[in-house]
């Protein structure tokens, strides 16, 4: 029955995927047997478009099992004051402004003599534990194009599944100046998002938010 439970909430996460970048010629994604088996021993899984890398073009999605709440982890993933220590080559991430559930979120990236500054519209909807983020074209841009979504799954045992699906594009300006290596990294960086959820989460700075869920 868990079992059942568990690949049915894949089955939702890859038409959340295949709707979101059918823009950039994206399909569906079909997890193996010993994919399947690692997302249920705590693994993260990485799975990137075929045309990432490609044209200053990176996408893909990552799936992790975190032991931990869906109220902890939705309350991490909108935690924009530690995106900064959370996720690789990312300096400062503010929130500029909120109204209802959409909020304006401006991002400052760097890699190593680069830096990228942009903004983007995220929308947040708890009842479906999704949050949407698309960069705003009509604020300054230093890449090109960035949407995505996270969408979490609760599971038995309060766990719960990590879903991450991004898609961006950088100028082939920008891209010139990264090496083969940087480039992959930027790539893993993206994708393994997830993973860097779960990280955080295990660290003593992780604690807070379960001790916010246990006082609501």
Known sequence: ??????????????????????????????????????????????????????????GGSGYTLIDAPIDVVWQVIQDYDAYDNMFAATDTVQQIAKKGNTSLVHYKMGYKMI?????????????????????????PHDIDMARGYWKLFP???????????????????????????LNKMVERNLIGAPNDVKKWLAKPAGKKYFTRTARK
Do not use: C, H, W
Not at 26 to 51: Q, W
Not at 115 to 139: G, H, Q, W
């Open 115 to 139: 830096n990228l500054e942009y903004y983007v519209e995220v929308k947040s909807d708890k009842a479906s534990y999704t949050m949407t983020f698309a960069m705003v074209d009509n604020k």
């Open 155 to 181: 599971q038995p045992g309060n766990r719960t599944l990590v879903a991450y699906v991004v898609s961006a594009r950088v100028p082939m300006g920008i891209v010139n100046l990264l090496n083969e290596d």
């Open 1 to 58: 029955m868990k079992t059942r439970k568990f690949e049915k909430m894949i089955g939702i996460s890859f038409i959340f995927f295949a709707f979101l970048l059918t823009s950039v010629n994206a399909a569906a994604v079909n997890f193996t047997d010993a994919e399947k088996e690692s997302l249920k021993s705590g693994k993260t899984i990485k799975k990137r478009l075929e045309s990432s890398g490609k044209k200053g073009f990176f």
